[in-house]
């Protein structure tokens, strides 16, 4: 089963708007954190955004925003005043078991290719 | 925020001949280091997690003495592809954690890349 899925392959937005990128995930830990990528044509991964699963309140970093529902297990990016400059992949992921004392891998959805119409 | 290096950042060889990939934490202790390997127009998938001064963790279907993995210290891992072939052709990426437990959320860092063609 997926862990995480992203069910918008691809989605083009008008400059200046807000852009929702959706992201549901799968998993029966109680501790788990939940992480979005931005991943530009160079190929470097930037982090973005975290949302742990016993935070109250919804993550920001600026322009972005994590729309985290735990009950419906999604945790969607809210891009807001959307610019030229963040076309590029986004890639959902997710973290879990936060508790163990090793660091625990990060699994990643499919990937949503944002692209940004001037 | 943290800086994740890697070495070379492309690189062209021949069928068969072996590469190795360096990754390494500038800024940061990274007690453990993950590598990921992503095909065009893919995700990223996990090939293995290497904790420093211990043997890697290998993901299922990872070929184990295909893909060497090593993490002599808490900066440093590398990843050398032996007897690469066309096939192996990918974007190879490189993760570093600080592991530290206690901090909830402890972020991965991630490297530019290397991009591998096998003629």
């Known amino acids: 089963a997926q862990k995480i899925t992203q069910t918008q392959p691809g989605m083009f937005v008008q400059e200046k708007e807000a852009v929702t990128l959706d992201c549901t995930y799968d998993?029966?830990?109680?501790?788990?954190?939940l992480f979005w990528y931005k991943q530009p044509s160079s190929g470097e991964m930037i982090f973005l955004i975290y949302q742990g699963s016993y935070d109250q309140q919804n993550a920001t970093e600026g322009r972005y925003s994590l729309n985290f529902q735990k009950a419906r297990k999604s945790a969607n990016l809210v891009i807001s005043a959307s610019q030229l400059g963040d076309s590029a992949m986004y890639f959902c992921a997710m973290r879990e078991g936060l508790l163990d004392s090793s660091a625990s891998k990060i699994i990643f959805g499919s990937g949503t290719r944002l692209s940004i119409r001037p | 925020g943290a800086v994740v290096s890697q070495h070379p950042s492309r690189v062209i060889c021949k069928s068969g001949t072996s590469v190795k990939i360096e990754c390494r934490s500038l800024d940061f202790q990274a007690t453990t280091m993950f590598w990921y390997r992503q095909f065009p127009k893919q995700s990223l998938m996990l090939m293995a997690t290497?904790?420093?001064?211990?043997?890697?963790?290998?993901e299922q279907g990872v070929e184990k003495d295909k893909f060497l993995i090593n993490h002599a210290s808490l900066t440093l891992s590398t990843l050398t592809v032996t007897s690469a072939h066309p096939e192996d052709s990918s974007f190879y990426i490189c993760?570093?954690?600080?592991?530290?437990?206690?901090?909830?959320?402890?972020?991965?860092?991630f490297g530019p890349g290397t991009r591998l063609t096998v003629l």
């Open positions: 290497s904790n420093e001064g211990s043997k890697a963790t290998y």
């Open positions: 998993t029966s830990d109680p501790s788990y954190g």
């Open positions: 993760s570093a954690s600080a592991g530290r437990r206690w901090l909830v959320g402890d972020t991965q860092y």
